[in-house]
C-alpha cells in the first residue's frame, strides 16, 4: 500500500508539473522493496530521476518527496 500510496503522490505532482506529460506506473515488474522513478525521452534513452534502492532504515527514506522528483524533472528539461 505505502508504494502504491507514494507513486499516486509523485505521479500528480508530475501530472501537474507539466500535464501534458505521461506517466506510467510499473511498466515493468517492479524490483522488490525499492521505488524509482525514471524519465523516458522521446529518443528513447532513460534517465533516472531518482531512487531510494539504497536508501534507509528508515523505510521513510526510500520515498522521494514530489517536489524533489519534480525538480529533477525540471532539470532534465532544461
Given amino acids: ?3 502504491g500510496r507514494n507513486a499516486a503522490a509523485v505521479s500528480a ?8 506529460l505521461p506517466v506510467d506506473i510499473n511498466p515493468r515488474p517492479p524490483r522488490r522493496n525499492s521505488f524509482e522513478v525514471s524519465l523516458v525521452k522521446e529518443d528513447g534513452s532513460t534517465v533516472e530521476l531518482w531512487s531510494g534502492i ?3 532504515p528508515p523505510r521513510k527514506l526510500k520515498f522521494p ?3 524533489t ?3 529533477a524533472l525540471k532539470s532534465n528539461f532544461a
Fill in 1 to 3: 500500500r505505502v508504494f
Fill in 65 to 67: 518527496q514530489p517536489e
Fill in 69 to 71: 522528483v519534480v525538480e
Fill in 13 to 20: 505532482a508530475l501530472r501537474g508539473a507539466m500535464a501534458q
Fill in 54 to 56: 539504497r536508501k534507509g
